[in-house]
């Protein structure tokens, strides 16, 4: 008998000392997928849908989606085809938020960026990105100012700047010009991150040329 309780005293110690393994943290970072193209998209990792709710029109953001942190395959696949029109690696890091902005039907249209948390809450911030290939540089002038953003490239997201709350008027221009190709007005409020993208190129017949509003 004694040696059928040394036997699972000693099975009973071993299951303990399994239960007390250390495993792994998961991590997790947030993207937020921006369609600055003229296509209807899905985001797919791993062969999963990631934006569940309904596919980004153009114009449209995923908002963040929490995915493992780490280097993954992105796809991305145009509404109702199963073809995978492109891929991106992304090297996503533990708790920061990111957006990708897509902007046509190619890798080499894709660009990221890092959203990092607004130091002032107590005012509206604003920053501008040039998501419109074949646009060139572009001015952009928030409420009275002058090029506020001046010579913003393709592919370039400014840094945030605070601004006052309310209505906003936004113009565009292509650099060194002295009309406006976008004049619209943005209601702002107080707490809130702001990122104004251009859409589409100038002379693109598919798409208006304008500006999309992405919150953070």
Known sequence: MNIRYTVLFAIAMASCKNNDNVFPKKVSSYLNVVNASADTLNIYLNGTRQNNTSSLFPGGQSFYITVSAGTQNYSFKKAGSSNVLFSVPLNLKDSVYNSIYVTGETAAGSFTSVDAPLADLAHAALRFVNASPNAGALDVAVGDSLKFFPAVAFKSVTAFLPVGSGQKRIRVYLAGAATATIDTTITMVPTKG???????????????FKIGVSNF
Do not use: G, I, R
Request: glycine share 0%.
């Open 194 to 208: 702001y990122t104004l993208f251009s859409e589409a190129s100038v002379n693109n017949k598919n798409k208006t």
